[in-house]
């Protein structure tokens, strides 16, 4: 009952305070509510878009393996991609023969490329591949067909595209099947529209701004004939060890081995995975100092009000309080003004991901939520100590008599 | 039941400069006694109530309470003594405005360093009966009479049971007749209940009310 009532006195004399320096309050608590906020949006930014990449992923279908160019230390630290070798099509001859690969298919890749019709431009990523990048990537038709071994042998000028770039450059999507768009300096006709993976939203198209075109079709434009990536499925989940194997044997006779690598999609996400947790990470330390510089407005203010209740201090004192008690009662006061700002915090960055949801997957986790209130309490607590001392180191007789 | 022994006070104004409030004070107060400690101000006499009721620590002498050399106990024991031992009663009344009449008579139980006997929370309905203040209890303290506050801060002197109410110019801050109530009641409960009491007064009229003087004079008792 004593502790209820102490506690009771001690929250109610802090509320009491607060409502009659409402301005005060609200502007110590805005440092916390700001910082709270930055922390919590680029934590929920970051896994957002690592979330978002996972589907991204996830909607290519499971098994799928790439060769790449450079070794595996300098992929997975996230560079060595662009550059290095470049593979052909003898490549692609050698890997099909190894067992249990389903599918198989070069990938030349060309970013920031431009399509246009009716005097509409969209900026998309060129994919020169085969047939096989179709159940390879689970491609899926909308309207017109899918890209057939007549199509790549031929090398014509024929290509697919999402409906969501489909859309922007024509009225409707099912007209723009037969139609010519210009890519490159070339005309290309749309065989067949393919569904939306989703995603996208994000400045980028994700994987819906890619134009699917014949391989021989880029040589115009890829004069060596080569290509960054080859893409190959697994039969099963238990036959990537021995694929890996093999097929690094197989490359290994033309390449050196730090030349290139052999990888699962597992390893690649994990790669983006790590890259994003590092810039988040760094990102989410930076958005901290703010909440530092809150902890400070907070440091100031419980100063301010320690030499205001001076007297306060003195008379409870005098009733027989204890210097843990004047402690107790000022770490109470800074810590629900830093609860404040947190809370504030938090129901801002609901409304805000609320909304952002519509772009990408964004949602709070209990995690940020937890993060959150722990921080702001333990912000009024490392903040708060130093005034709280103040107050209780003050001889009882001196904050009696304080006019 | 409390023994002042040789106890002296210093204030170090600067470097250079010190003030001495109090000088070799010896004094003994026994139980049940209603002192007055008299004398122009600055004389040293609020110094001696603070140092008697543990607010500050003599810069030299010891204090003894019941028996017990209470000079040097640390802050905590010393605050539970102050806690259950002694009830203050000041001119400036010094209650706390954000608690109601009944949260502050009830704050030193908030304190309190071990179970009571009691329950205070009908401890203090009774003292608000007891003085006059009925009705009061929910009411802030700047919202009634002075003399009503001051009752207020007696009962609050009083919620603990204490051995010994310390009054620092209790009427001061009041009208004569407003006055003279409270020095009536500090009088009933001297001799109902056997509290002893200790006033600081300059006023010769309330020191007339007391059963012993004690004058002082340049932090000295003569």
């Known amino acids: ?403 | 039941m409390i023994k002042l022994q040789g106890v002296w006070k210093e204030y170090q104004i600067d470097r250079e400069i010190t003030f001495t409030a109090l000088k070799d004070i010896t004094l003994t107060i026994e139980k049940g006694e209603f002192i007055g400690v008299v004398g122009p101000s600055g004389c040293g006499k609020s110094t001696l109530m603070y140092v008697m009721g543990l607010l500050d620590q003599p810069t030299k002498g010891s204090i003894h309470v019941d028996e017990k050399n209470v000079t040097g106990l640390g802050d905590d024991k010393i605050s539970a003594l102050r806690n259950a031992f002694f009830g203050f009663v000041f001119q400036q009344f010094n209650l706390i405005n954000k608690l109601t009449v009944l949260e502050n008579i009830l704050l030193p139980s908030v304190y309190a360093s071990v179970k009571l006997s009691y329950d205070p929370l009908e401890k203090a309905r009774d003292l608000v009966d007891k003085f006059g203040l009925k009705g009061k209890e929910n009411s802030y303290p700047n919202k009634i009479s002075g003399g009503q506050q001051q009752r207020v801060a007696i009962a609050r002197a009083l919620i603990m049971h204490p051995e010994c109410i310390l009054a620092d110019e209790p009427t001061g801050n009041l009208d004569s007749k407003t006055g003279e109530s409270i020095l009536d009641l500090l009088s009933e409960l001297n001799r109902e209940e056997k509290i002893t009491i200790v006033v600081v007064t300059h006023d010769a009229h309330v020191a007339e009310r007391t059963r012993r003087t004690i004058k002082m004079v340049d932090g000295q008792i003569v």
């Open chain 1, 1 to 403: 009952m004593k502790y209820i009532r102490y506690l009771v006195f001690t929250i109610k004399s802090a509320f009491f305070d607060f409502s009659r320096s409402k301005g005060r309050t609200f502007l110590t608590s805005l440092g916390i509510l700001i910082g709270v906020m930055a922390v919590v949006l680029l934590m929920v930014l970051g896994l957002g878009l690592k979330r978002y990449i996972e589907q991204q992923f996830e909607s290519l279908g499971s098994n799928l393996m790439y060769v790449m160019p450079g070794s595996k230390a300098t992929i997975t630290r996230g560079g060595g991609i662009v550059g290095g070798i470049k593979f052909d099509d003898k490549d692609v001859r050698t890997i099909e023969k190894v067992k249990s690969i389903t599918y198989i298919a070069p990938g030349y890749a060309k970013a920031g490329s431009t399509v246009e019709a009716n005097g509409k431009t969209e900026i998309v990523e060129i994919v020169g591949s085969s047939e096989q990048i179709v159940p390879m990537f689970n491609l899926e038709v909308e309207y017109g067909r899918l890209m057939e071994k007549k199509d790549v042998q031929k090398g014509g000028k024929v290509i697919m595209l999402s409906t969501t770039v489909v859309e922007k450059l024509f009225d409707s999507a099912e007209e723009s099947v037969g139609k010519n768009v210009t890519m490159e300096n070339q005309n290309f006709k749309i065989i067949g529209v393919i569904k939306s993976k989703g995603g996208g939203g994000l400045g980028g198209g994700g994987l819906d701004d890619h134009a699917y075109i014949p391989f021989k079709a880029t040589y115009s434009f890829n004069p060596d004939k080569k290509f960054y990536a080859i893409y190959f499925k697994a039969e099963n989940k238990d036959a990537i060890p021995q694929i890996k194997e093999d097929v690094q044997r197989l490359l290994e006779r033309r390449y050196d081995k730090d030349d290139f690598s052999v990888l699962e999609q597992k390893e690649i996400m994990e790669t983006i995975s790590s890259i994003f947790s590092i810039i988040n990470t760094v990102l989410v330390a930076i958005a901290a100092i703010s909440l530092v510089v809150g902890g400070i407005g907070i440091m100031n203010i419980m100063y301010v009000t320690v030499t205001e209740r001076i007297r306060e201090i003195g008379i409870r004192r005098a009733l027989g309080a204890k210097k843990s008690d004047i402690l107790a009662q000022f770490l109470t006061e800074s810590v629900i003004l830093s609860l404040i700002g947190g809370i504030l915090g938090l129901t801002v960055s609901y409304v805000i991901v609320f909304f952002l949801q519509s772009l990408f997957p964004a949602y709070i986790d209990a995690q940020s939520i937890i993060l959150a209130l722990g921080v702001s309490s333990a912000i009024g607590i490392i903040f708060g100590v130093f005034p709280a001392k103040k107050a209780a180191d003050l001889t009882p007789m001196d904050a009696i008599r304080y006019e």
